[in-house]
């Protein structure tokens, strides 16, 4: 089932860990609805960019975030959130594109150089840019 043109529902609750366990992880209507929201965001992304987005995990349900090791926030959970890497370029210069856009977004999560976390927010998003590394930890804006 395609949640807008170019993503489905398959991809936004696909995950490898809950496979493996035979969890399922199935969203319930309020993340359904919160997913839509997402896939329209990352419809903007994908324009903006002009690469196909694939995404690593989005939703995920308490099960699977335990899984997975829950070191995200909440936002997986609600379906707000997706870790997403462009074919055409760099997690980094995805980043880079995202946060210099009008693009609304929550939080823009560079992580371990290597995919981008990408959340929204229902109500004020805070466009928020941060860096993940192992050893620093978290840090403002793209490093
Ligand atoms: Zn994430």
Known sequence: MFLTPHFTLKEMTFSQAAVRNAVPNDPDPEALANLRLL???LEQVRALVGSPILITSAFRNEAVN???GGVHNSAHRTGLAADICAKAMT???LA???RDSSIAFDQLILEFD???HLAISLDNPRRQVMTVRKGTG???GLQ
């Open 114 to 116: 290597s995919w981008v």
């Open 39 to 41: 896939c329209e965001v």
């Open 96 to 98: 880079e594109c995202i």
């Open 91 to 93: 997690a980094r210069q």
């Open 138 to 140: 978290y840090l403002p």
């Open 66 to 68: 335990q899984l997975v």
